[in-house]
């Protein structure tokens, strides 16, 4: 039981594919644990890749002709809270904009990676930040499992 985590390398300057693997898991391990889905018996897709890849990525599925650092496709849709299914979705991150957002915001990479991973994770299990009440429950579920990995708060001032 618990929840699967199936990690490709598709393009761009990413650490080795087995340190990936073990980073999106222990994210994903630690979001487990926080939100109580240790029953669930469930897979999620990630994908490491390029801006040029995820830029394609969110013209297509979102109308946004432009490079961003993580999107997130759910298999189903469902509501925070809700028990997943056995397929929750796939989580695409984008190399160089990640590292841009860390150099500029003056965190470590592998910081604000976890945070991407653990972003779009949540964003599968029906998280969202489209009002304050939303943006406020998936900014403190995010903040509590980064918390639980050593992670300061991605969202102070100074890391």
Known sequence: ??????????????????DLEALASACV???????????????LSVLFTDD???????AEWRGKDRATNVLSFPAFEISPGDPPGPLL???????ETVRAEAELEGKPFDNHL???IVH????????????????EKMEDAERAILADMG?????????
């Open 29 to 43: 391990a630690a979001g487990v644990v926080r939100l109580g889905l240790q029953e669930a018996d469930s897979e």
């Open 89 to 95: 979705g796939d989580i695409a991150i984008a190399c």
């Open 52 to 58: 040029a890849a995820i830029r394609a990525l969110n």
């Open 114 to 116: 976890r945070h991407l």
């Open 120 to 135: 779009g994770f949540l964003h599968v299990l029906g998280y969202d930040h489209e009002n304050d009440a939303d943006a």
């Open 1 to 18: 039981m618990g929840i699967a985590v199936d990690v490709s390398v598709e393009a761009g300057d990413w650490p080795a594919g087995e």
């Open 151 to 159: 992670v300061p708060d991605p969202y102070s001032e100074a890391e």
